[in-house]
């Protein structure tokens, strides 16, 4: 078997943005394997039969509720010693190219993650580091129906570890159209809830529990996602999911009012994941809407240190990025603490999706004018400015 590497893909009504997908992947690609819901009728099937170079690399299926059938289906036709998972609206960066390229040539490498960056409004929203590429040699197949992850019978060498890399440099980004989006969200939703609960019942998994109670906190389920995350807590053995139920549980609990164990769940999540910020910020704002403001300050202080970490869950990148400038600038400008505020603010200018630049530089502006008067009544003035405007 030699060291070419085939995508493998399952589609529907990827019309708007498989083609592009494709081309972003033909320099990695020796073949691709595509299968196709019956039901797309948006030009997904004329595109596919395009990109095959064999005629049994193409084939049409009918969906059975279940994601790991159809992508086992995939994966079975795959010929190639490399497999790499794609969807039809996940676009593959350039400079994950010479990576793959790579990876493909080393024989002890088993499997790779990757970086998933979910994109939405049109910018990065989300990071999680994802299996996608892995030998087919290795008796790697997927299961779970919903929210489908990978399975083996022996230990599998991580391109990653093999490198010493927290990040392997490989990045899919995930956009989906904002129709399409809402319509498989839809049809998700419908599908997830009979068959995670099944998955959860049956398996007494804690990211079984962990999914369903996510579906249900965005389903205004509070109580039946407290129910869910505790059981995930359970029976969980990995640190970074017990990190991200915490920080759901965290947020019902704050929801309900009891802000007291919403600071405490907060507190303990550290130990489960120290590389993650998240709950370091969620402290910083409960202090800072009890208006303990030295104790916000000191936690987004500490926030802006981190960097993105390569977790197996999904963080989300403004806490990485610009959120705890925006929360220090806030504080800095309604204590009058302006040199501090200037400083913040010139760092949160510099990042590019932040959304508020126009909002800020009235207020720099205005900070370094009165920097240069030192006005010492400039302090109340900002306040009453920052509350009134709701910045």
Known sequence: MSSKLTVGMMLYQEGQTLNKVLLSLRDVADSFILGVDKRSDDGTKEIAREWVYNYDDYFEFDWLDNFS?????????????WFFQVDGHEFLTEQSIPFINELKAIDDIDL?????????NEEPIYLMMSPRIFRTDRDIIYERAIHNTLTCTGGLNDYCKLKN?????????????????????????????????????????????????VLKTYSDDGKGAMEAFEKALIGCNRGDVAYQIKLFLAGLKKLKGDRKEARAILVSCGLDDPLRCEHIIELGALYEEDNELEKALVHYKMAVQ?????????????????????????????RGELINAIEVGEKLEQ????????????????????????????????????????F
């Open 69 to 81: 059938m159809i992508r086992n289906e995939v994966l079975k036709r795959c010929k190639t010693r």
């Open 112 to 120: 790779a993650h990757l970086g998933l960056t979910i994109w939405g």
């Open 165 to 213: 890399r927290d990040d392997p440099g490989i990045i899919l980004d995930h956009k989906q159209p904002e129709k399409r989006a809402e319509l498989r969200g839809k049809q998700r939703k419908k599908i997830s809830f009979q068959g995670i609960t099944k998955q959860a019942m049956e398996r007494d998994d804690a990211y079984d529990w962990y999914n369903l109670g």
């Open 306 to 334: 981190f960097k993105i970490p390569a977790s197996r869950m999904t963080v989300n990148l403004s806490y990485y990025s610009y959120f705890p400038y925006e929360r220090l600038f806030k504080i800095y400008g309604k």
């Open 351 to 390: 990042f590019t999706f932040f959304k508020h630049k126009e909002q800020l530089q009235s207020y720099l502006v205005n900070f370094r004018k009165k920097v240069e008067e030192a006005d010492t009544r400039w302090e109340d003035i900002t306040h009453s400015m920052m509350v009134s405007s709701g």
